[in-house]
């Protein structure tokens, strides 16, 4: 296949050991968390994948074109979803994904990471994705697809880590979102660490010190 998303891709080594696919927020691009890289401080070389979302127009922001994973009709509990523009980034995720298996790192050595937006396609595919992930992090993020999620959800991913992290001061994705998620994915059985920080919608310098940590926890495993 030769249509997979555009990338910015980071490899902090000759010979990375591992991948991890980060997906962006909406409006934002593959660049966002570029800078952020170094500051995680991974002992070993690791490719980082940074795709670029297509752009679609977004209704919540008056129909405004903008690189976004889906379209938002509204942030209200319940509310409608853009089932299929999720359906269709995850299908381009999992593109993603097999060409870091074909790339040479395994599914197990790969975690998908994604922030707010990002984050809930990192979730959503993450957990359905039929072959074992080294871990699944959703920064400021929520889980929209909860109904149905059991017959979605993937028995290889069932122990997978998953890091969930929220501003308590976040104006855009309530942390009510975030904890939402957690509270649903516990009930589910998944092992979820959460952290919350005095922050907006956005990361702070402590966030990114338990993030690396996390990340060469989850990717140190052999």
Request: glycine letters at 10%; proline letters at 7%; one cysteine or more.
């Amino acid at each position: 296949m030769d249509d997979y998303l555009q990338t910015v891709e980071v490899e902090t080594g000759e010979n990375p050991e591992a991948s991890i696919v980060w997906l962006h927020g909406l409006g934002a691009d593959g660049h966002d968390f570029e800078p952020m890289v170094p500051e995680l401080g991974l002992p070993f070389p690791v490719r980082y994948v940074f795709p670029h979302a297509p752009v679609r127009k977004v209704t919540i922001n008056n129909g405004m074109a903008m690189r976004a994973w889906y379209d938002i009709y509204s942030f209200e509990r319940g509310g409608p979803v853009d089932e299929a523009g999720m359906r269709d980034s995850q299908q381009s995720v999992e593109d993603l994904l097999e060409r870091e298996r074909q790339r040479g790192i395994s599914p197990e050595r790969t975690v998908l990471a994604g922030f707010s937006q990002g984050g809930a396609i990192a979730l959503q595919t993450g957990l359905a994705y039929p072959q074992k992930l080294a871990g699944i992090m959703g920064l400021s993020c929520y889980l929209p697809l909860q109904k149905g999620f059991e017959k979605s959800c993937s028995q290889e991913n069932r122990n997978t880590p998953v890091l969930l992290a929220h501003g308590s001061m976040d104006p855009v994705l309530p942390q009510a979102l975030g904890e939402n998620a957690r509270d649903f994915l516990l009930q589910q059985g998944y092992s979820v660490e959460w952290h919350s920080y005095l922050v907006a919608h956005g990361v702070c310098p402590a966030e990114i010190q338990d993030i690396g940590r996390w990340l060469t926890r989850v990717l140190g495993k052999r």
